[in-house]
């Protein structure tokens, strides 16, 4: 595992006169390799924050949600996971293949708590796990280097309501995305997703897909 701290870091951490302090967390908290309690706060969760590095150097982060249990601690350092149907864009997994580290950013916001995770990432569409994800396109399997709890204290309090009617399952036909029946689009859906607008009710504008989006219906 390399050094957290870089000298960016350290310099900070003087000018404030937490370096000691720093430096004792770091021993306290960052660990190699995933622990049975992370094990099984990991494995509990239904979503997490996923950050990759673009070829232009710009972080991207995505949410990734399913059902509880879609992210898998295969070891105590490879985490395995679903790439599911997006918006064909592949911007996380896509990064991937071209810069290999990741971060991934675990919360419960009702205890609240939050682990977080880094590691180097590689994508399999032939992943022997492809089979466990229902619906999934590619595994997505990562190495840890350092595992981490965070300071809940900053952490609103929020409940869970329900699962997204989207989240794959196995027994359950899983509906189209309402942006697929965007009318500029449809000349561009692959052949698999030809006839999902009729299906959902017809075409809709991009201005129409907008107002889905800001009641929660996207």
Not at 41 to 51: G, V
Not at 156 to 168: E, G, I, L, W
Request: with cysteine.
């Amino acid at each position: 595992m390399s050094e957290i701290y870089g000298s960016q870091h350290l310099a900070l951490q003087q000018s404030f006169d937490t370096a000691s302090m720093a430096g004792r967390v770091k021993d306290i908290i960052v660990q190699p390799e995933i622990s049975a309690e992370h094990r099984g706060f990991i494995e509990s969760r239904d979503m997490f924050f996923l950050t990759t590095v673009d070829h232009r150097g710009y972080p991207t982060c995505s949410y990734k949600g399913g059902l509880p249990g879609f992210v898998r601690v295969v070891d105590g350092k490879t985490i395995a996971f679903p790439s599911y149907d997006g918006n064909g864009m592949f911007l996380s997994t896509g990064n991937i293949t071209a810069n290999s580290k990741v971060g991934m950013l675990f919360i419960d916001f009702e205890i609240p708590h939050r682990i977080r995770v880094h590691g180097e990432a590689n994508i399999d569409r032939n992943d022997p796990l492809l089979q466990a994800f229902h619906e999934a396109e590619m595994v997505v399997r990562v190495k840890v280097t350092e595992v981490f709890i965070n300071c809940p204290r900053y952490i609103h309090s929020y409940r869970r309501v329900a699962t997204s009617k989207y989240a794959p399952q196995a027994g359950c036909e899983t509906p189209g995305p309402q942006w697929k029946r965007i009318d500029a689009l449809q000349d561009t859906l692959p052949a698999r997703d030809r006839g999902i607008a009729e299906k959902l009710g017809g075409t809709i504008t991009p201005e129409e897909y907008g107002v889905m989006v800001m009641r929660g219906e996207g």
